[in-house]
């Protein structure tokens, strides 16, 4: 089954609930970082989260998420685009930590002293947005959850799940955010309330139904109808060129330096771990460029 995110909205225009399944693309991402028990299950609802938040957007936009705890996790990096693409990475992959009251202790491992950043690049050449509030409980979803009440004035709750198989990779991994609109009507909302606070495991619902079948739970006999859908997948987006942009910033000494390294540079992509590359000559050029623009 693909992993796939799905919109729907109650039937009078007032709430708004988007799900997904995002297990493919956690298992995938936390192989990648190489990430301990712990550190899946965080890094897995932080994709969840972005994919959701992706999907709020244009078409043609993208958000980034950047949670910097003070926990030894240090920090959480989550992308989306538009179109369903989502990459993550983490400061730490080793660190884990011993479950706290028979949960994962991911509250722990962020650290609950810290920001979450939002970011959005909103196309058409306008600058990007940021918005940025303190972890509340550095859950993930009750951190995304009070920024988007907080920063976008939307009441909002959101909900991820996401659960390791015996071989220790992930086996289910979802979410779901729900939205009041302006229109809401207070019974609905009421109604809606009540059921998230008697939802029964997010994980189970995942793997036996899907993202539908969180949407059908949540709205209970409240008539909805589904709005679109669309797969979620990863995507890294690097390449020599962006890490040579990269590298520019470092300024010509740092590149001199690199330079008389006896295997020139190589850069890792902290997204999907691939290695870069670039020799003397590559690097000669980079220097060259460094040097036009600071006009020497």
């Known amino acids: 089954m693909a992993d796939q995110i799905v919109r729907a909205l109650c039937l009078s225009g007032g709430i708004r609930v988007l799900a997904c399944t995002a297990g493919s693309l ?7 970082q190489q990430a301990s028990a712990t ?12 994919a ?40 730490n992959p080793a660190a884990d930590l011993e479950a706290l009251n028979g949960k ?5 491992l962020i650290g609950k002293a810290g920001f979450l950043t939002v970011s959005k690049d909103l196309g058409a050449g306008g600058q990007p947005y940021q918005g940025v509030v303190q972890l509340v409980s550095s859950e993930v979803g009750e951190d995304l959850a009070y920024y988007l009440a907080d920063s976008e004035q939307t009441p909002s709750a959101v909900g991820l799940g996401a659960t390791l198989g015996e071989d220790g990779q992930v086996a289910t991994c979802g979410g779901f955010l729900v939205q009041a609109l302006p229109k809401a009507d207070a ?27 969180v949407i059908g739970e949540l709205f209970g006999d409240i008539p909805y109808t589904i709005l679109e859908s669309h797969d979620i997948f990863f995507r890294c987006g690097c390449g020599l060129e962006k890490v040579e942009q990269a590298l520019l910033t470092l300024g010509s000494e740092e ?5 008389s390294q006896e295997n020139g540079a190589e850069v890792t992509c902290e997204f999907c771990r691939k290695a870069y590359h670039l020799d003397s000559s590559e690097l000669d050029k980079l220097i060259s460029q460094t040097a036009e623009k600071s006009g020497h």
């Open 255 to 259: 590149l001199q330096d690199m330079q």
């Open 26 to 32: 956690a298992r995938e991402i936390c192989t990648l």
């Open 39 to 50: 550190a899946s299950i965080a890094l897995s609802r932080g994709l969840a989260g972005g």
């Open 52 to 91: 959701l938040m992706g999907a709020l957007l244009k078409t043609g936009q993208r958000t980034a998420l950047k949670f910097e705890g003070n926990g030894p996790l240090r920090k959480m990096i989550i992308e989306a685009d538009s179109d369903g693409a989502v990459r993550g990475c983490i400061g």
């Open 187 to 213: 019974g609905e909302i009421e109604k809606i309330m009540a059921r998230i606070a008697a939802l029964p495991a997010l994980s189970d619902l995942i793997e036996t139904g899907g993202a539908a079948a």
């Open 104 to 108: 994962w202790n991911v509250a722990g």
